[in-house]
């Protein structure tokens, strides 16, 4: 894989405090997701990525140059932001064309190039209206138009999905994934497991500044799978499902919820549970389901402390 | 299509003018703006006032050319145009920053020093529009509370005074754009300069004034009016030229030094 992101060795703190922590990796093309809880790192790794930020130690290279102090990059380089900042009185437009404007383009390229990004993420029918009277799913999209409206080799999407409605997202998922595929090279932060999955088997696990782990989100996936897993159910008669539960030999605990319809189950083999409930769960009448250990805080605590 | 040259910046004064088009609709259509605005138009409600209460009291002490002078020393150059160049340049950058719209900026292909000329162009176009046609309105409004008949004469006095006011701004702006990409919170040390600074230092004896911009801008403004107070200033007129030399010094230092420290520095870390 020829790296078009590089991390030497670098670290980045902030007085007292480390952001990251003697961070070694490459990037190439295709998606990569870069995975962790909130705090954990990732926006730092982007800024660091987009030579926003220089590192306090080490190298960040970008396409073979240092990523700090070298603007000529953001021809190749589209930058997502995280947070949810604007000029609120320009148009979706006017912004899109006037950061084209200073990537370069003239003035006819710019709309055309506007136009067809708008368009990529859904806003060319809002393209008029005033950016401080977009829904929060149109400014994220409007953020994402602008990284992608100069064609950039290389995306850097900081939380791209957050707060997009499910069509949107599902939208927004292809587009990076399509991106991918065309030989781009697209690194997505999240800090929600499915997300990533949804638009890359390439993760880099990063926690307290440190990245944890690296490698297909499978493998990931089997980690989680190995630690103790809860499983909330919902039954109409939690007392049978309880019984049929704690006779299996996985189970660590069993708990009855405060409103008494309930029962949270931790287990060592979540996929035996999952796959021994069906008849348990017809018998009981469980009605939902779901885990809290999909939050990768969960997730995170367990390798770490592993 | 004009073919784009990716492996260099985009050019200086194309970066620069793209970014004044950005920031300068921000910039006029600001509660900021109001505020000023206001604050540069008090003058004229005090013309107007002046020329009512005038025509009902015809021997009024104060003739019309003493209320205008002291208006564009006391009010303007001692006071509205720093305070405009203060709540404008400090923001210059202050404002991306706190508003997380930097970050837009800082990933395209253009020098950092061209976003801060664009930003900086568009406060000298911003403070100039509301600051300019404000001394001319109140001109006209005094001068001609007799008449035209001596308008005529005045008039050089007015375009003077217009270039020193586009000076004060230029030099107080670079001064204050300088404090602003070099401190967190620059307004309470730019208060203090206004008002300490600037106002204390120029009744101090010998050369002392001359570390003072008040100093070199008040040499340039002719009709001085009659009774300035104790400022010793007024008794040692500074020459034209070292005026303009060291106003100018103060622009192309100020905003070089800002320049430098925009370029070097990280802007990011709480976004």
Known sequence: MSATLEFVRASRWYGQVIALNDVTTTIGPGVTGLLGPNGAGKSTFLKLASGQLAPSQGEVKMLGRAAWGSPELFHRVGVCPEADAFWEQLTGLEFVTGLLRLTGYDEAERRQRAENALHEVALLDAKDRKIGGYSKGMRQRVKMAQALAHDPEVLLLDEPVSGMDPVNRRRMVDLVRRLGRAGRTVVVSSHILHEVEAMTRRVLLIHNGRILAEGDVREIRDLMDEHPHTVALRARDPRALARVVVAMPHVISLTFGAEGEWVTVQTARPDELYGNLAEAAESAGVSEMYSPDENLESVFRYLVAG | ?271
Request: with cysteine.
């Open chain 2, 1 to 271: 299509m004009a073919a784009r040259d990716t492996s260099k910046p985009v050019p200086f004064a194309s970066a620069a003018r793209g970014v004044f088009d950005l920031a300068l609709e921000g910039m006029v259509w600001s509660g900021r703006t109001v505020v000023m605005a206001g604050l540069l138009a008090l003058p004229v409600v005090l013309a107007i006032v002046y020329r009512l209460v005038l025509a009902k009291y015809p021997a009024a002490r104060l003739s019309p050319l003493d209320l205008y002078g002291r208006l564009v020393v006391f009010f303007y150059l001692r006071f509205a145009l720093p305070l405009t160049a203060l709540f404008y340049a400090t923001a210059l950058i202050a404002d991306e920053v706190e508003g997380k719209t930097l970050t837009y900026l800082l990933t395209r292909p253009i020098r950092r020093e061209s976003i801060l000329a664009g930003k900086f162009a568009a406060y000298v176009v911003t403070t100039l529009t509301l600051a300019l046609p404000a001394v001319v309105v109140t001109f006209f409004t005094l001068m001609t509370v007799s008449g035209r008949a001596n308008l005529g004469g005045a008039v050089p006095d007015l375009l003077r005074d217009l270039g020193v006011a586009a000076l004060a701004l230029l030099a107080y702006g670079a001064l204050f754009t300088l404090l602003g990409v070099f401190l967190k919170r620059p307004v309470i040390p730019g208060l203090l300069f206004i008002f300490v600074w600037e106002l204390f230092l120029p009744s101090f004896p010998g050369y002392v004034p001359r570390v003072t911009l008040t100093a070199y801008l008040r040499s340039l403004v002719r009709h001085r009016p009659a009774q300035e107070g104790v400022s010793e200033i007024f008794a040692q007129v500074l020459p034209t030229a070292l005026c303009l030399e060291v106003l100018v010094g103060a622009v192309v230092v100020g905003l070089g030094a800002s320049a430098w420290i925009f370029s070097t520095r990280e802007y990011v870390m709480d976004q």
